[in-house]
């Protein structure tokens, strides 16, 4: 069991202002699911979208995540698996720490009642960003398309180099923010982040995926992220995996 945690006091507070300062409180919270709950792991897990209001009259976007018997089973815990909002949690803050863009953790907290395990995470909202499924469905601008591959593959070697394998590397699992001076990119979806210590064992897994099922990135915007993936750092161009890659590459050629 984890202890109870807030990204700030002033987030907790922010919490007791909109008269969520509990656990039960969060969990019996009314609202319109941001998507379907997810029934599986002989239990289930969903997502709403709710507006936290500030003193000021501000207010921002947060994702509030609730799940129940949702596990996923560990080395340390075998048998009864923890929450997976728990992962997923961890692996946050794990990449926050390496300075890895990715999700905000604001709250996380998890019960256990007499046949059910309970389980909350909340994280801010990445408003005025989009995925990559959208992004290169609508955008025309050549060059600021090439910016967000060259920084997407930058993004993706600094997790590689970090030891973590994504383990689900598609296009809606990356997210892009720009304006006219500034490009962001950032992961998201971390449940099944997982830190190995081969890099053989990670280079291939999550870039062969985006590889094969990377669309609507074109193969143009593939080569560009996965050049800028080798030159990040220790060049990888005449690796074993670059030119299993290139290959790769190649195939997708035909088939699309």
């Not at 449940?191 to 210590?197: A, D, N, R, V």
């Amino acid at each position: 069991m984890r202890q109870e945690y807030y990204n700030t006091s002033e987030f907790k507070e922010l919490l007791k202002f909109n008269q969520l300062d509990s656990f039960e409180t969060i969990w019996t919270l009314e609202t319109e699911w941001f998507e379907p709950p997810n029934y599986r792991r002989d239990g289930w897990s969903g997502v709403i979208k709710y507006q936290l209001k500030e003193v000021s009259g501000k207010h921002i976007w947060v994702f509030i995540k609730r799940q129940e018997n949702h596990n996923c089973k560990t080395i340390m815990h075998p048998i009864n698996g923890v929450p997976t909002f728990r992962r997923e949690f961890e692996n946050i803050q794990s990449l926050s720490k390496k300075n890895i863009p990715s999700l905000k953790a604001l709250y996380y907290n998890e019960r256990t009642q007499v046949d059910a395990t309970q389980a909350i995470l909340i994280t801010l909202s990445l408003e005025g960003y989009q995925s990559f499924e959208q992004y290169c469905s609508n955008c025309t601008s050549i060059e600021q398309r090439s910016e967000v591959m060259s920084r997407a593959g930058s993004l993706i070697r600094k997790l590689h180099d970090s030891h973590y394998r994504h383990n689900c590397l598609y296009a809606k699992h990356l997210f892009v923010k720009t304006d006219d001076s500034n490009v962001d990119v950032k992961l998201i979806d971390l449940e099944k982040l997982k830190w190995l210590p081969f890099y053989s064992q990670i280079r291939r897994n999550d870039l062969s995926r985006i590889v094969r099922r990377g669309e609507p990135m074109t193969l143009n915007d593939l080569s560009i992220m996965l050049k800028s993936y080798y030159k990040t750092g220790k060049n990888l161009q005449n690796s074993s995996v670059a030119k299993e890659l290139d290959e790769l590459l190649d195939k997708q050629q035909r088939y699309r």
